[in-house]
Protein backbone atom coordinates (compact mmCIF):
# COMPACT_ATOMS: atom_id res chain seq x y z
CA UNK A 1 0.00 0.00 0.00
CA UNK A 2 1.38 3.36 -0.57
CA UNK A 3 2.87 5.30 2.10
CA UNK A 4 2.09 9.01 2.81
CA UNK A 5 3.50 11.17 5.49
CA UNK A 6 3.81 14.93 6.17
CA UNK A 7 6.04 17.31 5.03
CA UNK A 8 7.15 18.40 8.59
CA UNK A 9 7.42 15.14 9.82
CA UNK A 10 35.00 11.60 -23.20
CA UNK A 11 33.48 11.65 -26.11
CA UNK A 12 33.60 8.22 -28.18
CA UNK A 13 34.07 6.07 -24.46
CA UNK A 14 30.91 4.18 -25.43
CA UNK A 15 29.44 2.37 -27.63
CA UNK A 16 25.75 1.98 -26.53
CA UNK A 17 23.36 3.51 -23.61
CA UNK A 18 24.09 6.77 -22.66
CA UNK A 19 27.08 8.82 -24.94
CA UNK A 20 28.36 11.98 -23.37
CA UNK A 21 25.21 14.07 -23.77
CA UNK A 22 23.94 17.81 -23.36
CA UNK A 23 20.81 20.14 -24.71
CA UNK A 24 22.25 21.56 -27.90
CA UNK A 25 23.74 25.05 -27.46
CA UNK A 26 21.80 27.53 -29.27
CA UNK A 27 23.68 29.77 -31.73
CA UNK A 28 22.07 33.23 -33.52
CA UNK A 29 19.11 31.89 -35.72
CA UNK A 30 19.32 28.57 -34.09
CA UNK A 31 16.10 26.75 -32.87
CA UNK A 32 15.83 27.21 -29.03
CA UNK A 33 17.36 23.50 -27.89
CA UNK A 34 14.85 21.30 -26.89
CA UNK A 35 14.93 20.23 -23.10
CA UNK A 36 15.77 16.82 -21.72
CA UNK A 37 13.35 14.54 -19.62
CA UNK A 38 14.72 14.15 -15.96
CA UNK A 39 12.83 11.43 -14.34
CA UNK A 40 13.23 11.28 -10.67
CA UNK A 41 11.07 8.17 -8.80
CA UNK A 42 10.75 7.79 -4.90
CA UNK A 43 10.16 4.47 -3.98
CA UNK A 44 11.17 2.02 -1.02
CA UNK A 45 11.94 -1.74 -1.17
CA UNK A 46 9.41 -1.84 1.83
CA UNK A 47 6.32 -0.53 -0.02
CA UNK A 48 4.42 -2.87 -2.22
CA UNK A 49 2.63 -0.64 -4.72
CA UNK A 50 6.27 0.83 -5.34
CA UNK A 51 7.22 -2.74 -7.47
CA UNK A 52 4.90 -1.57 -10.81
CA UNK A 53 6.62 2.39 -10.73
CA UNK A 54 10.19 0.53 -10.79
CA UNK A 55 9.68 -1.70 -13.60
CA UNK A 56 7.95 1.72 -15.02
CA UNK A 57 11.54 3.94 -14.76
CA UNK A 58 13.14 0.32 -15.69
CA UNK A 59 10.91 0.65 -19.28
CA UNK A 60 11.57 4.17 -19.55
CA UNK A 61 15.28 3.86 -19.21
CA UNK A 62 15.76 1.00 -21.50
CA UNK A 63 13.64 2.68 -23.70
CA UNK A 64 15.73 6.00 -23.69
CA UNK A 65 19.21 3.94 -23.80
CA UNK A 66 17.70 1.91 -26.63
CA UNK A 67 16.17 4.75 -28.78
CA UNK A 68 19.10 7.39 -27.59
CA UNK A 69 16.79 9.62 -26.11
CA UNK A 70 17.78 12.43 -23.84
CA UNK A 71 15.14 11.13 -20.79
CA UNK A 72 17.32 10.39 -17.57
CA UNK A 73 15.93 8.07 -14.79
CA UNK A 74 16.92 8.15 -11.47
CA UNK A 75 15.89 5.89 -8.79
CA UNK A 76 15.69 7.33 -5.01
CA UNK A 77 15.18 5.18 -2.07
CA UNK A 78 13.14 6.84 0.82
CA UNK A 79 14.28 5.74 3.97
CA UNK A 80 10.81 6.50 5.90
CA UNK A 81 9.36 2.88 5.20
CA UNK A 82 12.72 1.09 6.93
CA UNK A 83 10.93 1.19 10.19
CA UNK A 84 8.01 -0.82 8.88
CA UNK A 85 9.28 -4.53 8.91
CA UNK A 86 12.16 -4.32 6.18
CA UNK A 87 15.35 -1.72 5.72
CA UNK A 88 15.89 -0.70 2.19
CA UNK A 89 19.65 -0.88 1.76
CA UNK A 90 19.89 1.38 -0.80
CA UNK A 91 17.74 3.64 1.14
CA UNK A 92 19.00 7.34 2.49
CA UNK A 93 17.56 10.15 4.07
CA UNK A 94 18.94 12.64 1.93
CA UNK A 95 16.62 10.65 -0.51
CA UNK A 96 13.56 11.45 1.58
CA UNK A 97 14.86 15.13 2.22
CA UNK A 98 14.81 15.85 -1.65
CA UNK A 99 11.19 14.75 -1.89
CA UNK A 100 10.36 16.87 0.94
CA UNK A 101 11.40 19.63 -1.08
CA UNK A 102 9.55 18.92 -3.85
CA UNK A 103 6.23 18.50 -1.37
CA UNK A 104 7.17 22.04 -0.43
CA UNK A 105 7.92 23.42 -4.13
CA UNK A 106 4.66 21.80 -5.55
CA UNK A 107 2.70 22.60 -2.77
CA UNK A 108 1.50 19.06 -1.73
CA UNK A 109 -0.01 17.93 1.03
CA UNK A 110 2.13 15.21 1.76
CA UNK A 111 5.38 12.99 0.56
CA UNK A 112 3.94 9.80 -0.82
CA UNK A 113 5.87 6.43 -2.40
CA UNK A 114 5.80 5.97 -5.33
CA UNK A 115 5.84 9.37 -6.92
CA UNK A 116 7.40 10.16 -9.88
CA UNK A 117 8.49 13.65 -11.03
CA UNK A 118 9.20 14.77 -14.46
CA UNK A 119 11.86 17.74 -14.66
CA UNK A 120 10.97 19.11 -11.25
CA UNK A 121 7.79 20.07 -12.17
CA UNK A 122 4.83 17.45 -12.98
CA UNK A 123 4.51 14.88 -10.33
CA UNK A 124 1.91 11.98 -10.06
CA UNK A 125 2.15 8.21 -9.09
CA UNK A 126 4.39 6.59 -10.26
CA UNK A 127 3.21 3.64 -11.55
CA UNK A 128 0.87 5.22 -14.01
CA UNK A 129 2.58 4.40 -17.22
CA UNK A 130 0.18 6.91 -19.28
CA UNK A 131 1.58 9.78 -17.45
CA UNK A 132 4.47 9.93 -17.48
CA UNK A 133 4.66 9.06 -21.28
CA UNK A 134 2.71 12.45 -22.09
CA UNK A 135 5.21 13.90 -19.24
CA UNK A 136 8.27 12.94 -20.45
CA UNK A 137 7.34 13.41 -24.36
CA UNK A 138 6.08 17.24 -23.05
CA UNK A 139 9.79 17.73 -21.43
CA UNK A 140 11.28 16.51 -24.41
CA UNK A 141 9.33 19.30 -26.61
CA UNK A 142 10.41 22.26 -23.88
CA UNK A 143 12.76 24.42 -24.72
CA UNK A 144 16.28 24.16 -22.51
CA UNK A 145 16.93 26.96 -20.93
CA UNK A 146 20.47 25.97 -19.15
CA UNK A 147 23.22 23.31 -21.25
CA UNK A 148 25.16 21.06 -18.82
CA UNK A 149 28.37 18.95 -20.57
CA UNK A 150 30.44 16.26 -19.38
CA UNK A 151 34.11 16.20 -20.91
CA UNK A 152 35.20 13.56 -18.70
CA UNK A 153 33.34 10.25 -16.32
CA UNK A 154 35.98 8.45 -14.84
CA UNK A 155 35.75 5.57 -11.85
CA UNK A 156 38.60 4.58 -10.23
CA UNK A 157 39.24 2.92 -6.57
CA UNK A 158 35.24 3.65 -6.17
CA UNK A 159 35.21 7.19 -6.92
CA UNK A 160 33.93 9.13 -10.17
CA UNK A 161 35.83 12.16 -11.11
CA UNK A 162 33.54 13.93 -13.83
CA UNK A 163 34.80 16.98 -15.35
CA UNK A 164 31.62 19.24 -16.33
CA UNK A 165 30.74 22.44 -17.95
CA UNK A 166 27.50 24.30 -18.16
CA UNK A 167 26.05 27.48 -19.69
CA UNK A 168 23.01 29.71 -19.31
CA UNK A 169 22.58 28.30 -15.68
CA UNK A 170 20.55 30.92 -13.96
CA UNK A 171 21.21 32.67 -10.53
CA UNK A 172 19.61 30.72 -7.81
CA UNK A 173 20.31 27.27 -9.31
CA UNK A 174 22.73 23.93 -8.43
CA UNK A 175 24.07 21.27 -10.35
CA UNK A 176 22.97 18.10 -9.34
CA UNK A 177 25.81 15.21 -9.80
CA UNK A 178 24.40 11.81 -9.12
CA UNK A 179 25.93 8.28 -10.27
CA UNK A 180 23.10 5.85 -10.48
CA UNK A 181 23.37 1.90 -11.09
CA UNK A 182 21.56 -0.36 -13.07
CA UNK A 183 20.76 -4.02 -12.68
CA UNK A 184 20.32 -4.22 -9.19
CA UNK A 185 17.69 -6.91 -7.24
CA UNK A 186 17.12 -7.41 -3.76
CA UNK A 187 15.76 -10.59 -2.10
CA UNK A 188 13.01 -8.99 0.82
CA UNK A 189 12.71 -11.05 3.90
CA UNK A 190 9.99 -8.65 5.83
CA UNK A 191 7.41 -6.31 5.46
CA UNK A 192 4.80 -5.85 2.50
CA UNK A 193 7.18 -7.53 -0.13
CA UNK A 194 8.54 -10.03 1.99
CA UNK A 195 9.38 -13.22 -0.16
CA UNK A 196 9.63 -11.01 -3.61
CA UNK A 197 12.60 -10.61 -5.18
CA UNK A 198 12.82 -6.80 -6.27
CA UNK A 199 14.87 -5.27 -9.45
CA UNK A 200 15.88 -2.07 -9.73
CA UNK A 201 17.38 0.46 -12.26
CA UNK A 202 19.33 3.27 -12.40
CA UNK A 203 18.93 3.36 -8.23
CA UNK A 204 21.28 6.92 -7.28
CA UNK A 205 24.24 5.18 -4.96
CA UNK A 206 26.31 9.00 -4.87
CA UNK A 207 25.25 12.70 -5.41
CA UNK A 208 26.30 15.78 -4.71
CA UNK A 209 25.74 19.52 -5.50
CA UNK A 210 27.83 22.50 -6.99
CA UNK A 211 26.77 26.16 -7.51
CA UNK A 212 27.56 26.76 -11.09
CA UNK A 213 27.16 30.63 -10.54
CA UNK A 214 30.79 29.83 -8.41
CA UNK A 215 32.50 27.87 -11.78
CA UNK A 216 30.71 27.16 -14.30
CA UNK A 217 33.29 24.29 -15.04
CA UNK A 218 35.47 22.29 -13.18
CA UNK A 219 35.48 18.78 -11.01
CA UNK A 220 33.60 16.90 -9.12
CA UNK A 221 33.75 13.95 -7.33
CA UNK A 222 31.51 11.08 -6.53
CA UNK A 223 32.40 8.50 -3.68
CA UNK A 224 31.24 5.08 -3.98
CA UNK A 225 29.18 2.62 -1.73
CA UNK A 226 31.95 -0.64 -1.21
CA UNK A 227 29.10 -2.73 -3.26
CA UNK A 228 28.83 -0.34 -6.56
CA UNK A 229 29.93 -2.08 -9.47
CA UNK A 230 31.55 0.63 -11.85
CA UNK A 231 30.10 -1.28 -15.06
CA UNK A 232 26.97 -0.64 -14.36
CA UNK A 233 27.38 2.89 -13.42
CA UNK A 234 26.26 6.48 -14.91
CA UNK A 235 26.48 9.98 -14.35
CA UNK A 236 23.25 11.99 -14.53
CA UNK A 237 24.21 16.09 -14.41
CA UNK A 238 21.13 18.44 -14.09
CA UNK A 239 20.77 22.31 -13.71
CA UNK A 240 17.91 22.94 -10.98
CA UNK A 241 16.33 26.25 -9.54
CA UNK A 242 16.36 26.14 -5.84
CA UNK A 243 13.49 28.02 -5.43
CA UNK A 244 10.79 26.18 -7.78
CA UNK A 245 12.58 23.03 -7.93
CA UNK A 246 12.53 23.03 -12.30
CA UNK A 247 15.12 21.31 -14.37
CA UNK A 248 16.56 23.67 -16.66
CA UNK A 249 18.59 21.39 -18.86
CA UNK A 250 20.59 18.24 -17.70
CA UNK A 251 23.30 15.33 -19.73
CA UNK A 252 24.21 11.80 -19.02
CA UNK A 253 27.01 9.49 -19.17
CA UNK A 254 28.12 6.07 -18.48
CA UNK A 255 31.22 5.26 -16.60
CA UNK A 256 34.50 4.79 -18.18
CA UNK A 257 36.72 2.48 -15.40
CA UNK A 258 39.97 3.24 -15.40
CA UNK A 259 42.27 0.12 -14.05
CA UNK A 260 43.91 0.55 -11.21
CA UNK A 261 47.97 0.51 -11.00
CA UNK A 262 49.97 -2.67 -10.11
Not at 159 to 176: H, K
Request: hydrophobic residues 45%; proline residues 5%.
Amino acid sequence: MPLYRSFLSAVALFSSGFALTAAHTARAGDAAPTGPAVVELFTSEGCSSCPPADENLANILDDARRHGRAVYPLAWHVDYWNHLGWADRFSSAEASRRQERYVAALHLDTAYTPQMVVNGSAEFVGSDVDRSHREIDAALHAPAVAQVTLDRVEEKDQQIDVTYSTRNAPAGSVLVVAAVERGLSSVVGRGENGGRTLTHENVVRAFTQIDPAKADHGNATLHLPADAKPANLSVIAFVQSTTTMKILGAAAADVAVVAAAR
